[in-house]
């Protein structure tokens, strides 16, 4: 940088004061203007160069010690207006500005700079110097081209975003520009394949010069034009194209053209097939399975298809020009032509659309016709006749017939379902309050059904439903509606009413004749069913409260021993919300950890060792308490939960079982019970499997108990599982023997290990002796088939003494242990083999 003293701007002032105010304004100018990206110059009053910032040097490509080159700049032409605004500042200290536009020898490119210069006054408001700032323009021009180049990749997109192809041409029909739609089309990979190109590099000759005619056209009249031609793709595909052409003007000069062209391929062939369909009309109408007539205002026919004969045997020449009033079909046997041609009339005066029926008898055969009659309109949208068109239905109204009566009907057993029921019980109890009558309800449900039905499948479930059906309705007497509400379900409806007497008499009359064996497929199967009876109005005169009331009272007969009847009283609905309330608590019960497992002994009576466990599932409600497990096993057996709880049942005696086994010298087995319906899950076995892995129990110590009512039947499904069970080594005992109505010969048709005599047995084989020699009996049979026995229910010294003496080895019962927990049996074990 020049320093002050030669900048000789201390010597125009003359003042000694202003000298070292000038240097300060120096040391100020370097501290803001260094870093400065404007161009800045500080001159002197002579108008030589006093200060020049880095930027102004990085843009001369100056050094700073090469000033003088910057001096030197003075004599070219290009500067003389750059000192003329320097001199003319200094004299006026007005400020002003100029656009430079310069090259020199040190710099590789031209500068284009705007300077605008200001006067630098003293404090006695004199000229000491000028200031000039520039910038350079290049920098502006970048951000231009920036712009420019944004702005045509918005027009490319733009014309990219076009779904048909755009291109503009110069006169001579060459490309300027394109869009990928076009490139695509006739094959290319970037837009600069096309450009300078012409037609005929891309379209057959004859095709190119088409368009090319057409360019010159434009040209020529500089009109736009819209055509319809073919356009041949890369790929060899012809296909129609509307194209419009329009020519290009620059200056009020064409320039060239622009076009675009979008595919009417689809739009050519629907004009050909509209083409095809209306010349093939008359011929399809004539031809249709359907009766089309047309008609004027006054009614007349003015048209009629062949059909129309067919259908109502009369000429079609005759029909023309006749009113219904005027010819009406013999056959038709459910309107008069005065009906219809009220119709018709009505349909064309109020702008309506109507549909009929038409039943016709011709020769002993029924027809039915759907006719739709439909305004027609003329080109001014007024009507000007009517249109009729007669389908055959006459299938489509017996499935019609069919459909209602699949709708209020059980399809299993004809009888009326819920739907028709419930309508038929609205109108009794409309009709009772009319006549002050009254009527009753029964509520029939199957005692049992559900295991035969999941032991012995659907198929046998079905069948004994349709006869339990036949029963029903042979059995009743009187005025009646018997319907099935679902499942093993029946409902009665008894109106009117005589008296209670005649209904009780009723229920007895079906519960005997339900309870007699059926037999189905060679096979006799045995169910009873149980009855629930409310009154109207006495009990109420509410729909679904009389349906409740009756439901309360069949569950009650139920609960009481079933194969019964029951009337309802008030208290039975407290007994029917408890249930609710129990079954609701059971859903949370094993989520909430309220469920638990006791284990009761199995005892070898003569060495009192302990041969095995059963496992008995206990819950502890915390907003019910303690519920009998009698209780909530029946409502988890009936609601289905038990397929649940028996699955948290068997993970949890897995689980004892490996604990427990683990601490014994001599392993033990552990009993765990299973419900039907578990078998009928999907692939139970596997279940079991997983479940036994999971838990690293060994399957030699586990036994399963199932009931008689399990093996009434040889239900593949059922001895699929037990087989699979015994393959994995699970030994299989069968619970409550002599209780059921099973056949013995079960006991070796199953792979059963072990049999268990009910304690009902046990208990008064003191003091009965017929029960002493089913017992004794008992035992002798599973000793000859090989089966291992266990007794239940043992509770004193004098029946576990009897019980050995007649051979049966193993006991359980409270004489040895009363069910405890997991930890106290463990002791208790742990103490037996001590």
Not at 164 to 188: H, S
Not at 459 to 474: F, S, Y
Not at 569 to 592: D, V
Not at 673 to 694: C, G, K, P, T, Y
Request: charged share 25%.
């Amino acid at each position: 940088m020049i320093e002050l003293e030669s900048s000789g701007l201390n010597q125009q002032v003359g003042v000694d004061d202003d000298v070292e105010d000038v240097t300060k304004l120096l040391f100020l100018f370097r501290a803001l203007f260094d870093t400065s990206f404007d161009n800045i110059a500080i001159y002197g009053p002579s108008g030589h160069l006093a200060y020049a910032n880095q930027a102004l040097l990085n843009t001369l490509n100056l050094k700073q010690e090469a000033d003088t080159d910057y001096v030197d700049l003075k004599g070219q032409r290009a500067f003389d207006h750059y000192y003329d605004a320097i001199n003319r500042t200094l004299a006026t200290g007005e400020p002003c500005a100029i656009l430079l536009n310069f090259e020199h020898q040190r710099i590789s490119r031209v500068i284009y700079d705007l300077v605008n210069f200001s006067a630098i006054k003293n404090h006695k408001n004199q000229v000491i110097g000028v200031i000039a700032v520039g910038r350079d323009l290049d920098f502006n021009k970048q951000q231009q081209n920036q712009e420019t180049e944004q702005r045509e990749q918005y027009l490319r997109a733009l014309m990219d975003t076009f779904p048909f192809i755009v291109w503009m041409k110069d006169k001579a029909g060459r490309f300027l520009a394109t869009n990928q739609k076009f490139v695509e089309v006739v094959g290319a990979e970037h837009y600069e394949d096309l450009e300078g190109k012409t037609d005929f590099d891309f379209f057959p000759t004859e095709m190119a010069q088409g368009y090319v005619n057409d360019d010159l056209d434009i040209l020529k009249n500089g009109v736009p034009k819209s055509v319809s031609e073919q356009i041949k793709k890369e790929s060899g595909e012809i296909y129609w194209a509307e194209t419009y052409k329009s020519p290009v003007r620059l200056d009020g000069e064409v320039i060239g053209t622009v076009g675009f062209a979008r595919d009417i391929t689809e739009k050519q062939y629907l004009q050909s097939e509209v083409t095809k369909q209306q010349n093939a009309y008359q011929s399809l109408v004539q031809n249709l399975p359907t009766t089309i007539i047309r008609y004027d205002l006054d009614g007349k026919r003015i048209f009629v298809n062949s059909r129309c004969h067919e259908t109502y045997d009369v000429e079609i020449p005759y029909e023309l020009n006749k009113t219904p009033l005027e010819l009406w079909s013999p056959y038709i046997v459910n309107m008069t032509g005065e009906a219809f041609m009220a119709e018709l009339m009505e349909v064309m005066q109020f702008n309506l659309q109507k549909t009929l029926e038409i039943h016709s008898v011709h020769e002993a055969l029924v027809a039915v016709h759907q006719v739709r009659i439909v305004p027609e309109f003329d080109e001014n949208h007024q009507i000007c006749g009517a249109l009729t068109i007669a389908t055959d239905i006459t299938e489509v109204a017996e499935y019609r017939r069919k459909i209602e009566n699949m709708a209020f009907h059980d399809q299993l057993t004809g009888l009326p379902n819920r739907t028709l029921f419930s309508q038929k019980l609205l109108t009794a109890i409309s009709k009772a309050q009319t006549d002050n009558s009254k009527f009753a309800l029964m509520m029939l449900d199957l005692d049992q059904f559900k295991s035969i039905n999941d032991t012995m499948g659907h198929a046998i479930g079905d069948k004994l439903l349709i006869e339990v059906a036949k029963r029903v309705t042979d059995g009743l007497e009187g005025q009646y509606t018997c319907a099935r509400l679902g499942g093993d379900e029946f409902i009665i409806l008894v109106d009117p009413l005589s008296n209670r007497a005649h209904v009780e008499h009723m229920s007895n009359t079906l519960l005997n004749q339900i309870v007699q064996p059926y037999l189905i497929e060679g096979t006799e199967y045995f169910i009873s069913a149980s009855i629930g009876i409310s009154y109207y109005p006495d009990d109420s005169e509410d729909m679904n409260d009389l349906l409740k009331y009756a439901d309360s009272a069949m569950y009650h007969a139920k609960k009481s021993g079933r194969n019964r009847y029951h009337t309802y009283s008030p208290n039975l609905t407290e007994s029917i919300q408890k249930r609710l309330n129990i079954e609701t608590e059971l859903r949370r019960a094993i989520e909430g950890n309220e469920v638990y497992l006791q284990y009761q002994p199995i005892v070898d009576i003569a060495s009192q060792r302990v041969m095995g466990l059963e496992t008995l599932c206990r819950w502890n409600s915390r907003k019910l308490g303690v519920v009998s497990p009698m209780v909530f096993i029946q409502i988890a057996e009936e609601t289905g939960m038990i397929v649940e709880l028996g699955k948290w049942i068997m993970r949890e005696a897995f689980k004892s079982a490996r604990l427990i086994n683990l601490q014994l010298k001599q392993p033990i087995s552990v009993s765990v019970n299973l419900s039907a319906r578990q078998f009928f899950e999907i692939d139970f076995a596997h279940q079991v499997s997983h479940l036994l892995e999971e838990e690293g129990c060994n399957p030699a110590w586990i036994k399963f108990e199932i009931t008689e009512c399990l093996l009434l039947e040889s239900n593949q499904q059922v001895l699929k599982a037990l087989e699979a069970f015994h393959e994995l080594g699970i030994k299989i005992s069968l619970d409550d023997f002599g209780t059921g109505q099973s056949a013995l010969a079960y006991l070796s048709k199953f792979p059963i290990h072990q049999v268990k005599i009910d304690y009902s047995f046990v208990k008064e084989i003191i003091n009965n002796p017929h029960d002493a020699l089913l017992v004794r009996a008992i035992i002798a049979l599973t000793a000859t088939l090989n089966k291992e026995l266990v007794a239940e229910g043992v509770e004193t010294l004098e029946q576990a003494e009897l019980l050995k003496s007649y051979d049966c080895r193993y006991a359980q019962g409270y004489l040895y242990s009363k069910p405890i927990g997991l930890d106290a049996i463990q002791q208790y074990l742990l103490l037996g083999e001590a």
